[in-house]
């Protein structure tokens, strides 16, 4: 029963994931990725990833410019890093208070009817396909 829910939600997946190229998670072709940072981040962080939302000047911590974490890392995209913060394990402060847990906010977009199967696959999938999408936006230079 469980691997077959698996298949299924491969098969459904699969075209979500892009085509243009044999790599879903490649910066041309992770949809995924792209379209949950446009969904989840853009409104503080901004379409252009650089932290000037429409809701940036109403935050009291400026949102964190998310094409230059390698940049300010030694040229290093600090992977793991930022899937924690996503996650919600490493804590940030936005408002006044925690920035959203996507983790916690992805769980609630898919059926809890599939949750003892494959719940947690998912949301760890769509945390790493945002990750991805992340590092494939760096710009180390100026």
Same mark, same amino acid.
């Given at each position: 029963? $469980?691997?077959? #829910? @698996?298949?299924?939600?491969?098969?459904?997946?699969? /075209?979500?994931?892009?085509?243009?190229?044999?790599?879903?998670?490649?910066?041309?072709?992770?949809?995924?990725?792209? !379209?949950?940072?446009?969904?989840?981040?853009?409104?503080?962080?901004?379409?252009?990833?650089?932290?000037?939302?429409?809701?940036?000047? =109403?935050?009291?911590?400026?949102? !964190?410019?998310?094409?230059?974490? !390698?940049?300010?890392? !030694?040229?290093? @995209?600090?992977?793991?890093?930022?899937?924690?913060? #996503?996650?919600?394990? *490493?804590?940030?402060?936005? =408002?006044?208070?925690?920035? /959203?847990?996507?983790?916690?906010?992805?769980?609630?977009? @898919?059926?809890?009817?599939?949750?003892?199967? *494959?719940?947690?696959?998912?949301?760890?999938? $769509?945390?790493?396909?945002?990750?991805?999408?992340?590092?494939? *936006?760096?710009? *180390?230079?100026?």
């Amino acid at each position: 029963m $469980r691997f077959s #829910i @698996f298949v299924a939600s491969l098969l459904i997946a699969a /075209p979500v994931l892009g085509q243009e190229s044999d790599d879903p998670f490649a910066p041309e072709g992770n949809a995924v990725g792209e !379209a949950s940072f446009l969904v989840h981040c853009a409104t503080c962080h901004g379409e252009d990833a650089k932290g000037n939302g429409p809701m940036a000047e =109403h935050l009291v911590t400026k949102p !964190a410019d998310l094409t230059r974490l !390698a940049a300010e890392n !030694a040229g290093i @995209f600090p992977f793991g890093d930022v899937i924690h913060v #996503i996650d919600g394990r *490493i804590p940030l402060k936005g =408002h006044g208070g925690p920035m /959203p847990i996507f983790g916690a906010l992805f769980a609630k977009d @898919f059926n809890p009817a599939l949750a003892p199967f *494959i719940g947690e696959e998912i949301v760890r999938g $769509r945390i790493l396909a945002l990750t991805y999408y992340l590092e494939s *936006i760096q710009q *180390i230079d100026g």
